[in-house]
Nanobody, 126 residues
Framework: QVQLVESGGGLVQAGGSLRLSCAAS????????MGWFRQAPGKEREFVAA????????VYADSVKGRFTISRDNAKNTVYLQMNSLKPEDTAVYYC???????????????????WGQGTQVTVSS
């Protein structure tokens, strides 16, 4: 299993930007697809974005498409989530997740991801 540690969360005004990072342990990072999920108070954890093992394919939730960008640096064992034009409804705890396997297309199903970080809080004020 890979160990994941998120960072970069915080408080930002609506319309602002944040970049989340997720650092992975181990030397097999490039064999994992990576995803970001979020959970707001009283709501289910939901899919945000995912990227395949090579970075060649990405997928986004409709609610963030055009505003968020997921990327990865396999040399640094890190995946990023650039969040622009933030809205109050983006407020949540954001979780990084890993799915083992060099699948061509990344999954959006949280059940497919076997390793999770501890989460980082993102709060967007209006």
């Amino acid at each position: 299993q890979v160990q994941l540690v998120e960072s970069g969360g915080g408080l930002v005004q609506a319309g602002g930007s944040l970049r989340l990072s997720c650092a992975a342990s181990g030397r097999t990072f490039s064999t994992y697809a990576m995803g970001w999920f979020r959970q707001a108070p009283g709501k289910e954890r939901e899919f945000v974005a995912a990227i395949n093992w090579s970075g060649g394919n990405t997928v986004y939730a409709d609610s963030v498409k055009g505003r968020f960008t997921i990327s990865r640096d396999n040399a640094k064992n890190t995946v990023y989530l650039q969040m622009n034009s933030l809205k109050p409804e983006d407020t949540a705890v954001y979780y990084c997740a890993a799915r083992w396997g060099r699948y061509y297309l990344p999954s959006t199903d949280r059940a497919d991801f076997g390793s999770w970080g501890q989460g980082t809080q993102v709060t967007v004020s209006s």
